[in-house]
Every structure is written in C-alpha cells, then in structure tokens.
C-alpha cells in the first residue's frame, strides 16, 4: 500500500503556493513528502516531558528531547528561507 503525503510537507508547499495544494503533489508519497519514521518511544519520551513541564513549571528535559525528533520544518534548507 502506498503511503499518502505527510502532512507539513503538503501544509508547506500549500502555503508558498497561494494555499492551495500544488498539483506535483498528489495522493501518494514522493521522497520529499514520505512521512519521516521516529522511534515511537522517543516520541512519547518528548510528549511526557513537555506535560511534566506545563503541570511542575520545572525543566523536565522537554527541550533536549523535541531536538533529539526529525522536523521536517526545522530540518531543511526552506525552513532557514523565512
């Protein structure tokens, strides 16, 4: 089964292209738009984080953790563009 575009890489090429989805874009995935894997546990490690901090006001590491995930807007050449 094919995998559909992940969605920021759509949100991001809709919003430079006057918000409307761009026609190379279609319903399923290009090497530029396939969803980026992270390890599920790293996630929930971040997300767990970032709760304790909202809920104790103290520095839980939610920070290291959200730089240790891929991001596909801060991990690109276009991300530095704004």
């Known amino acids: ?3 559909q575009p992940e969605f920021l890489a759509t949100f991001s ?3 430079k292209n006057e918000g409307r989805k761009p026609t190379e874009i279609g319903l399923t995935a290009t090497p530029d738009t396939m969803p980026i894997s992270v390890d599920p546990g790293k996630k929930v490690d971040a ?3 970032v709760l304790r901090e909202g809920v ?3 520095d839980q590491g939610a920070e290291e953790a959200i730089r240790e995930l891929p991001d596909r807007t801060r991990d690109t050449d276009e991300a530095h563009e704004i």
Do not use: G, N, V
Request: zero cysteines; charged letters at 25%.
């Open 1 to 3: 089964m094919a995998k």
């Open 13 to 15: 090429a809709s919003a």
């Open 47 to 49: 997300a767990t984080k």
């Open 56 to 58: 104790l006001h103290k």
